[in-house]
């Protein structure tokens, strides 16, 4: 649920936040406002917080006005979404480039964001098995635009076959793939982005899987 608090050093600013309630648990805080985006530039945070849509697992996605020193008007409106050990991640972002998935030619940039427009008013589909569908819209011209349904799976980076769990399934896998890599010269393993696979990209994707399990732990 999304709820307004007040107390003393709550400002208008950081007042909202989006909470997780389970069954016989306690009540979990999720995201709140004013808080740093993972993975966008420093003092990039969530400025306002839309109603969040919840699955089975605990995981929130929600639309967000984004505010910091890089935010433009273009580029201030994102859906966000939990992973199964509670890392958030930027789904989609407006103003950014999305490149459809063996299409050709230049990126389209999203126009906006919207929650699949099904399942009822407010919309929204996130699945048990962790699959977010979204709508986004690209402007074509001035005045016209495309859209489309989309579906994202948010996981932890040592989630990799995104089963929502970090196991000895992610290991073999991340191996599997990084023979691949070195054998075909492509660059899906680098873990380190340092734009070649090598054998500090095994040791970084370890270093995240063992801090995902203490971490997924605690969710
Ligand atoms: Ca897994
Ligand atoms: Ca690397």
Redesign the pocket.
Known sequence: MLAIITGEAVTAADNAGIWVFTPGGSPRLVVRENQQVPGLGPGTVLGSLGEPVVNARGQVAFLARLRGPDVTPATSRALLATDTCGGLHVVARTGTAFALPGEGGPPRVIASISLAPVGGIGGGIFSSAGALAYHLEFRATATTFTDGLFAAIPHHAADVNADGAIATADISGFLVAWFADLAGGTLIT?????????S??VS?FLSAWFSGIIQCQGS
């Open positions: 680098d873990f380190d982005l340092s734009g070649a696979v090598t500090a990209d970084a």
